[in-house]
RNA sequence: GGUCCCAUCGUCUAAUGGUUAGGACAUCACCCUUUCACGGUGGUAAUAUGGGUUCGAAUCCCGUUGGGAUCACCA
């Protein structure tokens, strides 16, 4: 049987990085073995409808390359794939279940139901309607008296299921509540929707959070009551904010395009987030979509919840951004060239100098602020204890430096720094007594994408020479 | 509260009865050095806790503690 999984989720707004990180461990499942993977939207709750958050699942699936094989938009053979367009389909499995036993027509309301109830003290909802017989139901039904299909829920001791990440899930048959399967609207609610559309679509893989685990005994009744056989399930951990936290929108917890809006490579996002629960047995950490795909394995899935560390996603990101080719490098960094520089600069230059020392794209502007001005610092930025530096000797260096340089005819970094060089010979000072005030001069910055000749050709011999003259005259 | 689940360095994790408990990020030190970074070397740092079982336990069992989930006409 073709391995198929899907990504099942409501169009509530953001995609934030645990639903992510499902959607990637089901495609990665999917693919493993050449399965398919499937996209489903699951919007039978119109109230949190989220207008263009469809729009979103899709640019995301596809800016991390976890594209799918049938959904909404391609279409395929088990559609439709958006759940509202669906309610015909839930009705009549629903009214087909009420016939195999496995469900009642229920005419209590919201509030009747409520009141019964008592979670702290453990009470449940015992549904009169659920006696009612089936003709008499029925009737009501044809006079047109508003109802719900519930789930009917006749056995006690224990059910059993084998979960692919937990083990052996045995729960009570009475710790489950007979909840609703088809809503008065006529929509059906997860619980049912998830079983029929699972079902009928041949999904052999449910991957979902792990707070459905107490909830997976009634869907398996569900599948039994119509002869159906369930499918594997895989239950995932939480993604946490910190010990205590899931990640969630709500807190304005980073969502995946939060993430790229400040910097951070799609790429390296899937990478991160695929360790985040699962390893690959060996000490390899950067993995590229094509790689995960042959090695992922459910097995190595972790139980317990993972805490989502920015500083490790950071670090990952440099790594694949010092991976990039130049040109491509140069095409991320341009934009923020242009939104904060007006002088006009070797761009390319100033993009080889930079790629190795950018760990997030965002980080750009606060790096080469400098550029445009300098501004204001204080002559103790001068003091350097390794390079021996301090005000006195920028002083003194400065000057020379300033000579030396407006004789120069050629304005490369080697060049000048062949000429600097030769100055700190000559004058017999250490080469960072001279370049080490240079650059502070320069920048007005204690680091500085480049050292002090890389930062003299990228603002040019006026503006350079112009700069040390304006540090001269502060010392 | 009932039920279910979880528990190794600060963080992500490896070790599926026998390891000086390994790796990565972060952190610290040193080296390299033209600053910062990169890179290199090394250090600090963990089996929540109490009992069993066993020649031997991070690993198996029980209790405790701590955390999470669930108990919706939300998914």
């Not at 053979?77 to 469900?103: C, F, M, T």
Request: proline share 4%; with cysteine.
């Amino acid at each position: 049987m073709k391995t198929r999984t899907r990504f099942a989720p409501s169009p509530t707004g953001y995609m934030h990085i645990g639903n992510l990180r499902t959607a990637l461990y089901e495609y990665l499942i999917a693919k493993a073995q050449g399965g398919d993977f499937i996209l489903r939207i699951e919007d039978t709750d119109q109230k949190r409808y989220v207008e263009g958050a469809t729009d979103i699942i899709y640019a995301t699936l596809k800016r991390v390359g976890t594209n799918w094989d049938e959904g909404p938009d391609i279409g395929g053979n088990y559609g439709p794939y958006i759940q509202s367009e669906r309610r015909n389909i839930y009705a009549e499995y629903a009214h087909k279940l009420v016939e195999l036993g496995g469900a009642h027509y229920c005419f209590c309301s919201k509030e009747d139901a409520d009141e019964q109830k008592d979670e702290e003290q453990n009470i449940k909802f015992q549904d009169p309607c659920k006696h009612l017989s089936l003709e008499e139901a029925k009737a009501r039904v044809a006079k047109g008296e508003p109802y719900v299909i519930r789930q009917t829920i006749n056995k006690s001791g224990k059910s059993k299921y084998h979960d692919e990440v937990y083990g052996d899930i045995e729960i009570d048959y009475d710790e489950l509540d007979e909840g609703v399967l088809l809503k008065s609207d006529g929509l059906p609610t997860y619980n049912f929707a998830n079983v029929v559309d699972d079902h009928l679509m041949e999904i052999t893989h449910v991957v979902r959070g792990n707070e459905y685990i107490s909830s997976t005994p009634k869907y398996n009744l569900i599948y039994e009551d119509f002869g159906w056989e369930h499918p594997q399930y895989v239950h995932v951990p939480p993604v946490m904010k910190d010990a205590q936290h899931k990640l969630s929108k709500r807190n304005g917890d980073a969502s995946f395009q939060d993430l790229v809006a400040k910097g951070y490579l799609p790429e390296a996002i899937i990478n991160y987030i695929a360790l985040l629960g699962w390893n690959p047995g060996t000490d390899q950490e950067i993995f590229s979509l094509d790689e995960l795909k042959k090695i992922f394995s459910v097995e190595r899935l972790n139980k317990s919840p993972a805490i989502f560390d920015i500083t490790k996603l950071t670090w990952m990101n440099g790594c694949y951004i010092r991976a990039l080719p130049i040109e491509e490098f140069h095409k991320l960094a341009e934009p923020y060239y242009k939104e904060c520089l007006s002088r006009k600069v070797d761009e390319e230059f100033l993009s080889k100098v930079l790629q190795p020392r950018v760990e997030v794209l965002g980080d750009i502007p606060n790096q080469i602020d400098f550029i445009e001005q300098v501004k204001d610092f204080s002559n103790d930025l001068y003091f350097n204890k390794k390079m021996k530096s301090d005000a006195e000797v920028a002083k003194k260096t400065l000057a020379e430096a300033k000579t030396v340089l407006a004789e120069a005819d050629v304005w490369t970094n080697e060049a000048l720094f062949e000429k600097l060089k030769a100055l700190a010979e000559t004058l017999g000072v250490k080469n960072g007594q001279i370049l080490y005030p240079l650059r502070i001069a320069l920048s007005g910055k204690e680091t500085t994408p480049g050292g002090a000749t890389e930062i003299a050709v990228i603002l040019g011999k006026d503006e350079t020479i112009n700069r040390i003259n304006q540090a001269l005259a502060r010392l």
